[in-house]
């Protein structure tokens, strides 16, 4: 059977053209490839990103979609992605709807979330529940069950899982071309990134209130890891790899085994990567396992934060506490490993006193950490959602999906306009760099590179060469940049030390 897989188009409600590298494309979709090739099903890729010479998205998507449909005909089509590409998965299901009478598949965060509503709303024919790999196989093999919405629940053995095929969407084209577009805080240690994402645990074992419901926790054993890492490498010369998880370890013995897996492939096959990670606090990382990893290539790491205010954090069920946080970005500055973390305000037990409390740790810690501000998402799936529900407010499925992100909502006890103040403050902050140490550029050269984001994107490349304000030591980035003659700045971290700095002209 021939099937046709739709990824998302990254901010396909918010900006066109938005150009996406391998970093943001969803890993799922690899996997679902995967699984129909070896079921010996023949997949067609219809990755919609990177597509210019349109007016907006969605002229774009009826345009590219339709022609993809009658050139290749497919027999089942699958798509789907987060709650917040509700749009993309609406107009595209249409578009579908159009052009042929293919069965439609819908998977992803959206449905693992909210799956009755979302089934009703979008109307596909089947709705999957769970990792997809085994429930699209039977559909395409004709041995599913009756149409609508399906509990496919977790692989038993994620070991046994084909790895990720990302060659029907333009691997090669999103690693050679838009390398680039690639979010500076994950390609600011190479000049010529070439990113590839790995999974190596699914799902999560903790219930954070922000966050929406997870199945078991299952990490792969570090040999089926290596061997993907190996394949890959061979494949597509990465140099810097991300991992995806939500929960990279749970404990010291596994990043060490990690550690001195790929420090054995580096040896053994000549392997040259950065790599990234995020964990919880619960892991416990030492001193000299972050020694150890940095050894093996690790140049940041991140964990869930959220607040730093321990009635916030009790509120949302993190299980952590901010000292178990500023221990680790210590740490963190003790071995030369970037430290990342976010702080989400406005959660239900969120007062002006326990913002100050957030907002001075961040003043304390982001001088040398990247720890991002915004405000909190209820999303479907979540309990802080359900809260919002008894309260009377997004009883409009259909209003809240087509509006979603638009409008933040106040959850708090904060007065609206106290809390619009706040909201407009941590804009502010989020977009200035205000405190953290500053570096001028010494020396900026325009560069004759090229490739297809540059050639749709304004500006030139430059090579900025300057010195860290923390370590002192030479460092040079290659950035995209505008009007040169102008005064302007950028915020990374320092390729040496990995501390925060911001590089201004």
């Known amino acids: 059977m021939k099937v046709l897989l739709l990824p998302p188009v990254y901010r396909y409600a918010l900006e066109y053209p938005s150009f996406l590298?391998?970093?943001?494309?969803?890993?799922?979709?690899?996997?679902?490839?995967?699984?129909?090739?070896?079921?010996?099903?023949?997949?067609?890729?219809?990755?919609?990103?990177?597509?210019?010479?349109?007016?907006?998205?969605?002229?774009?998507?009826?345009?590219?979609?339709?022609k993809k449909i009658k050139e290749t005909n497919p027999e089942l089509i699958g798509l789907g992605g987060l709650c917040t590409d509700y749009k993309f998965l609406k107009d595209a299901i249409g578009i579908i709807r159009e052009t042929t009478k293919a069965p439609i598949v819908l998977g992803g965060q959206i449905v693992n979330q909210?799956?009755?509503?979302?089934?009703?709303?979008?109307?596909?024919?089947?709705?999957?529940?769970?990792?997809?790999?085994?429930?699209?196989?039977?559909?395409?093999?004709?041995?599913?069950?009756?149409?609508?919405?399906?509990?496919?629940?977790?692989?038993?053995?994620?070991?046994?899982?084909?790895?990720?095929?990302?060659?029907?969407?333009?691997?090669?084209?999103?690693?050679?071309?838009?390398?680039?577009?690639?979010?500076?805080?994950?390609?600011?240690?190479?000049?010529?990134?070439?990113?590839?994402?790995?999974?190596?645990?699914?799902?999560?074992?903790?219930?954070?209130?922000?966050?929406?419901?997870?199945?078991?926790?299952?990490?792969?054993?570090?040999?089926?890891?290596?061997?993907?890492?190996?394949?890959?490498?061979?494949?597509?010369?990465?140099?810097?790899?991300?991992i995806l998880d939500e929960l990279f370890v749970v404990n010291k013995q596994r990043m060490r085994d990690f550690c001195v897996a790929v420090l054995q492939g580096k040896l053994q096959y000549g392997w040259d990567f950065d790599w990234m990670f995020q964990t919880h606090a619960s892991a416990k990382l030492d001193y000299d396992h972050l020694c150890l990893a940095k050894e093996a290539g690790c140049?940041?790491?991140?964990?869930?934060?959220?607040?730093?205010?321990?009635?916030?954090?009790?509120?949302?069920?993190?299980?952590?506490?901010?000292?178990?946080?500023?221990e680790a970005i210590d740490l963190a500055k003790q071995t030369g490993i970037g430290f990342s973390a976010n702080l989400i305000f406005?959660?239900?037990?969120?007062?002006?006193?326990?913002?100050?409390e957030s907002l001075s740790f961040w003043l304390k810690h982001s001088q040398d950490s990247c720890i991002f501000l915004s405000n909190v998402s209820p999303?479907?799936?979540?309990?802080?959602?359900?809260?919002?529900?008894?309260?009377?407010?997004?009883l409009d499925k259909a209003a809240y999906y087509e509006n979603i992100d638009k409008n933040?909502?106040?959850?708090?006890?904060?007065?609206?306009?106290?809390?619009?103040?706040?909201?407009?403050?941590?804009?502010?902050?989020?977009q200035s760099w205000l405190f953290c140490q500053t570096t001028p550029i010494k020396i900026l050269t325009r560069l004759e590179k090229r490739d297809?984001?540059?050639?749709?994107?304004?500006?030139?490349?430059?090579?900025?060469?300057?010195?860290?304000?923390?370590?002192?030591?030479?460092?040079?980035?290659?950035?995209?940049?505008?009007?040169?003659?102008?005064?302007?700045?950028?915020?990374?971290?320092c390729q040496k030390c990995n501390r925060k700095i911001k590089i201004v002209k």
């Open 21 to 66: 590298s391998l970093s943001d494309f969803p890993s799922g979709f690899a996997y679902i490839a995967s699984a129909l090739k070896q079921a010996g099903h023949t997949v067609i890729g219809g990755n919609f990103n990177n597509i210019v010479g349109y007016v907006d998205a969605p002229t774009m998507l009826k345009a590219e979609l339709t």
């Open 114 to 242: 909210d799956a009755e509503d979302v089934f009703k709303l979008l109307k596909p024919d089947w709705a999957v529940v769970g990792d997809g790999e085994r429930a699209i196989v039977e559909i395409a093999d004709g041995v599913a069950q009756s149409k609508g919405i399906i509990d496919s629940g977790t692989n038993p053995n994620i070991d046994s899982v084909a790895f990720p095929d990302y060659e029907p969407f333009g691997v090669r084209d999103m690693m050679d071309n838009y390398g680039m577009a690639t979010r500076l805080l994950y390609r600011y240690t190479r000049t010529n990134p070439r990113l590839y994402n790995i999974v190596t645990a699914r799902h999560c074992p903790f219930a954070c209130s922000f966050c929406t419901k997870h199945q078991v926790y299952q990490e792969r054993s570090i040999e089926n890891i290596m061997a993907e890492i190996k394949e890959a490498y061979e494949k597509y010369q990465f140099n810097i790899l991300l």
């Open 299 to 326: 140049v940041s790491f991140s964990y869930g934060l959220e607040s730093a205010s321990p009635t916030v954090l009790k509120s949302m069920n993190k299980k952590i506490e901010p000292e178990q946080v500023a």
């Open 346 to 356: 406005g959660d239900p037990a969120e007062t002006m006193e326990t913002i100050a």
């Open 379 to 394: 999303y479907p799936g979540s309990q802080l959602f359900a809260e919002c529900q008894k309260k009377g407010l997004f």
């Open 408 to 430: 933040p909502v106040n959850l708090t006890a904060i007065h609206d306009r106290e809390y619009a103040g706040h909201t407009q403050l941590i804009k502010f902050l989020e």
């Open 452 to 493: 297809k984001y540059l050639d749709y994107a304004s500006g030139d490349y430059y090579k900025i060469e300057t010195t860290c304000p923390h370590c002192e030591k030479d460092i040079e980035y290659v950035e995209r940049l505008g009007d040169v003659s102008q005064a302007f700045w950028m915020g990374t971290n």
